[in-house]
């Protein structure tokens, strides 16, 4: 089992930056892959961004490329998420993902962001 908190959410200026944090507990040594995904109202879930847990690749959605950033702390078995230039098409719940054999979720932190 893995089990992963997410926090650093809140509401922001459109231009403005926030910086997600997901820490996992648990099976760590068993995850391969860490990521993110969001979730606006009304909207499916959609990929953002993922960071492979031994080489440290990473992937970005194209709607994102260029202003967030995944990186991660192994030995904090931590994933970030820093956000820039934030836009009003970014306001959603935005949920960490641990894969292993399975998938697991965090519960979701909102990030909402003002015009």
């Known amino acids: 089992q893995v089990q992963l908190v997410e926090s650093g959410g809140g509401l922001v200026q459109a231009g403005g930056s926030l910086r997600l944090s997901c820490a996992a507990s648990?099976?760590?040594?068993?995850?391969?892959?860490m990521g993110w995904f969001r979730q606006a109202p009304g909207k499916e879930r959609e990929f953002v961004a993922r960071?492979?847990?031994?080489?440290?690749?990473?992937y970005y959605a194209d709607s994102v490329k260029g202003r967030f950033t995944i990186s991660r702390d192994n030995a904090k078995n931590t994933v970030l998420l820093q956000m820039n230039s934030l836009t009003h098409a970014s306001t959603a719940v935005y949920y960490c993902?641990?894969?292993?054999?399975?998938?697991?979720w965090g519960q979701g932190t909102q990030v909402a962001v003002s015009t």
């Open positions: 993902l641990a894969q292993t054999t399975r998938d697991y």
């Open positions: 648990g099976r760590t040594f068993s995850i391969y892959t």
């Open positions: 960071i492979s847990s031994s080489s440290g690749s990473t």
